[in-house]
């Protein structure tokens, strides 16, 4: 069965510092993709990236990127030059095409500390 | 365009007692699905739809019930309320299966 695991449920970073945020995930099948997910204070549900399971590159959006280890099975996403605005909830989610749907993960908090 | 839309943003229901929240989406999206939202688990996925007249029942569909009649529509029944189902629900959709989701704003509802 399908799971997501983020195993860090609260982070801090200082300011214009890089941050980790981990998932991990469970699947067997070979053809999947992963979501991040950003949820500020405010509630909404906001896109971040995306990686495919056979993306030759890990995949990268302004300052977010993803550190995929697909042998791992580990898709970390990698926050640069942390703004305060960045301080919310991060949600990892997961498709495989054995199913049709997407799965989430249980979230990091991350706070920004001027 | 207004993107996914729910209605209402907030409802208080006694135990026992049915309503619908609604979601509606104008951008021709394939894929929609409810999820529940409580803190510590994150969103889990009470039921999705691949097209319309094609549900499915996702992680925690017990209690709920959907239908899809049109692309437009993917309203989400209580069929008798219970203070478990109290929680965040959003509503989202996708071009298709595998693309990113639009969420609706989420409709906080409270079982008394």
């Known amino acids: 069965a399908q799971k997501i695991t983020q195993t860090q449920p609260g982070m801090f970073v200082q300011e214009k510092e890089a941050v980790t945020l981990d998932c991990t995930y469970d699947?067997?099948?070979?053809?999947?993709?992963l979501f991040w997910y950003k949820q500020p204070s405010s509630g909404e549900m906001i896109f971040l990236i995306y990686q495919g399971s056979y993306d030759q590159q890990n995949a990268t959006e302004g300052r977010y990127s993803l550190n995929f280890q697909k042998a791992r099975k580990s898709a970390n996403l990698v926050i640069s030059a942390s703004q305060l605005g960045d301080s919310a909830m991060y949600f990892c989610a997961m498709r495989d095409t054995s199913y049709d749907k997407v799965i989430f993960g249980p979230g990091t908090s991350l706070s920004v500390i001027p | 365009n207004a993107g996914v839309t729910q209605t209402p943003k907030f409802q208080v229901l006694k135990t026992g007692q049915s309503m619908t929240l609604q979601c509606a989406q104008d951008?021709?999206?394939?894929?929609m699905s409810w999820y529940r939202q409580d803190p510590g688990m994150g969103l889990r996925l009470i039921h999705y739809s691949v097209g319309a007249g094609i549900t499915d029942q996702g992680e925690v569909p017990n209690g709920y019930n959907v239908s899809r009649s049109t692309t437009e529509d993917f309203p989400l029944r209580l069929l008798s309320a219970a203070p478990s189902q109290t929680s965040v629900y959003f509503c989202?959709?996708?071009?298709?299966?595998?693309?990113?989701?639009?969420f609706g704003p989420g409709t906080r509802l409270t079982v008394t």
């Open positions: 989202a959709s996708s071009y298709r299966l595998g693309h990113e989701q639009y």
């Open positions: 699947t067997s099948d070979p053809s999947y993709g």
């Open positions: 951008m021709n999206h394939e894929y």
